[in-house]
């Protein structure tokens, strides 16, 4: 199983070798060529194209109809083939009446159990290489329709597989500009896909805090750039949210990105969750209170309460949290996070 990778680049070097002749320069080009093949390669997503159907934490139960933690992440999958995500050994293979039949692969410190399995191509202890299929979704145990759900553990602790998605997508975008190409990199996360992952938190902010749900999801989706910036994906900030002196001081992490300055330093956290607390709890404190004293139903006069309490300079800001709300319907939010 693991030759297919070796000989597929020492193929593709003895091709670049002969075809490009032996300057110095075109050896060290071509040398860097086979990094970025070789690193794109690395990694994989672990179905063909990524849907999210249901997101990691808390969420209503499809059986239950109840809140619950799902452990994991849903991607649609219709009895297709599943990947590896990375290079890895197969460490366990099994059945249970909640994960149906499962994979679960081990890559360093990560493990990742593929679930609900309608046939599998591998055994314990197989090397597998990233892109490998190692098994074909389908619909066993405690699922409602096929899927297929990804549970990680990072030392054997449970860990929000989106990360990882993530994570591919930086890896393979990386590559694909290194080597000068297009992007073509699928974009696995749609703005409802965003909407759908975070809605949830944003309710039970809203419950905790007062603050309209459809405020912070379109704050978080204008700041963040629905996730894509290079402040949320590397240090979790989707608020755009700047490090006190306190805050260094404390010594918090933070890094420097230029802004309306340069170098200036902004908070990095260890998770999202992290992220949208500290937003919560900057607009619940005494300077955003006097302004921001308006039902969570309210999320026109909040967000002008926003502005006059200085959370944004940006002329457009009201207009353009106002838009995504409207065109996503993320009122909705508010009124649902009021009834229960
Ligand atoms: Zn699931």
């Known amino acids: 199983m693991f030759s297919k990778k070796i000989l597929s680049v020492f193929c593709m070097s003895v091709f670049a070798l002969t075809a490009s002749g032996s300057s110095p320069d075109s050896l060290s080009s071509e040398k860097d060529r086979d990094y970025w093949i070789n690193r794109y390669s690395s990694v994989s997503f672990p179905v063909k194209t990524l849907k999210v159907s249901s997101t990691y934490g808390i969420r209503k139960d499809p059986f239950s109809k109840k809140k619950a933690n799902h452990n994991g992440l849903d991607l649609k999958a219709n009895y297709e083939n599943v990947y590896s995500m990375f290079d890895g050994t197969v460490e366990k293979i099994g059945s249970d009446n909640r994960s149906g039949n499962y994979v679960t692969m081990r890559y360093g410190a990560f493990t990742v159990s593929y679930c609900h399995l309608s046939r599998k191509y591998v055994n314990v202890g197989d090397t597998v ?15 409602t329709g096929p899927h297929l759900h990804l549970t990680v553990k990072k030392n054997g602790k449970l860990y929000n597989p989106h990360t990882l998605l993530l994570y591919i997508k930086k890896v393979k975008k990386e590559c694909v500009a290194a080597l000068g190409g297009e992007s073509y990199v699928s974009e696995p996360w749609s703005c409802s896909d965003f909407i759908s992952r975070y809605a949830a938190m944003a309710m039970d902010h809203q419950r905790r805090y007062g603050i309209p749900a459809s405020v912070t999801l379109a704050q978080m989706a204008l700041e963040s750039d629905w996730g894509q910036s290079e402040l949320a994906t590397n240090g979790n900030n989707y608020f755009g949210i700047k490090a006190t002196r306190k805050w260094v001081a404390d010594g918090k992490p933070y890094s420097e990105h230029d802004d309306e300055k340069r170098n200036e330093k902004f908070c990095n956290y ?21 302004f921001c004293s308006f039902p969570a139903t309210d999320y026109q006069n909040w967000l002008r309460g926003l502005i006059k309490a200085g959370y944004a300079s940006g002329k457009g800001y009201v207009a353009s949290c106002e838009k995504i709300i409207k065109q996503y319907n993320l009122h909705k939010y508010d009124i649902l996070a009021n009834k229960f």
């Not at 260890?270 to 006097?290: D, G, I, M, P, W």
Request: cysteine-free.
């Open 270 to 290: 260890a998770s999202v969750e992290e992220s949208v607390e500290h937003h919560s709890k900057l607009l619940t404190s005494k300077r955003y209170q006097r």
């Open 129 to 143: 290489w990233a892109g490998d299929p190692i098994a074909v979704s389908g619909n066993t145990g405690r699922s």
